[in-house]
T-cell receptor
Framework: DAKTTQPNSMESNEEEPVHLPCNHS???????IHWYRQLPSQGPEYVIH???SNVNNRMASLAIAEDRKSSTLILHRATLRDAAVYYC??????????FGTGTSLTVIP | DTGVSQDPRHKITKRGQNVTFRCDPI?????LYWYRQTLGQGPEFLTY????????KSRLLSDRFSAERPKGSFSTLEIQRTEQGDSAMYLC?????????????FGAGSRLTVL
């Protein structure tokens, strides 16, 4: 199973950018990098994914290192509703998604 | 389409009883996943279907657990002879096989409490 490493927790002030790091040193060339987040008492929610190039969508941006061994999820302007557990996941060619323990993000008003 | 539906949302049972959970995926999604999540942990993969075929099952999954997806639409997850350690949130997710669209959409989960 592909492995990712994330900090257990992070804090951010409201309306400031947040950079959530993820290490995936054992990534293979065909693994996609996915990010999901889980709000309290809800199922996980898709945020963004990419393979090699940086990606942007309405929720966030994904910056992927050139060697693909790490990536960073960027929330451009944190709001209180962004407080959640953020999971960085590698999707392999078998279409499996293996979750770690994620990063718990606290947004301070 | 209202997304992925799971039923029941909550189930309390006594040890030794059987329980069954149902998942209705997004209608055009042909892939369906089951996960289990305990407090403070990330979702743990249980099993995965493509259409009606069960393509992978976690090595950690006890023989008391069985999942079906008989017509490639809804799926059921049954736990026989429940144990207290089975208490968890059971999450279902579905995805499309279309290129670029292989992302998971989760349901709200079914919370199981075994007394």
């Amino acid at each position: 199973d592909a492995k990712t490493t994330q900090p257990n927790s992070m804090e951010s002030n409201e309306e400031e950018p947040v950079h959530l790091p993820c290490n995936h040193s054992t990534i293979s060339g065909t693994d996609y990098i996915h990010w999901y987040r889980q709000l309290p008492s809800q199922g996980p929610e898709y945020v963004i994914h990419g393979l090699t190039s940086n990606v942007n969508n309405r929720m966030a941006s994904l910056a992927i290192a050139e060697d693909r061994k790490s990536s960073t999820l960027i929330l451009h302007r944190a709001t209180l509703r962004d407080a959640a557990v953020y999971y960085c996941i590698l999707r392999d060619t078998g279409n499996q998604f293996y979750f770690g323990t994620g990063t718990s993000l606290t947004v301070i008003p | 389409d209202t997304g992925v539906s799971q039923d029941p949302r909550h189930k309390i049972t006594k040890r030794g009883q059987n329980v069954t959970f149902r998942c209705d995926p997004i209608s055009e999604h042909n892939r369906l996943y089951w996960y289990r999540q305990t407090l403070g942990q990330g979702p743990e993969f249980l099993t995965y279907f493509q259409n009606e075929a069960q393509l992978e099952k976690s090595r950690l999954l006890s023989d008391r657990f069985s999942a079906e997806r008989p017509k490639g639409s809804f799926s059921t997850l049954e736990i026989q002879r429940t144990e207290q350690g089975d208490s968890a949130m059971y999450l279902c997710a579905s995805s499309s096989q279309a290129p670029g669209a292989n992302v998971l959409t989760f349901g709200a989960g079914s919370r199981l409490t075994v007394l």
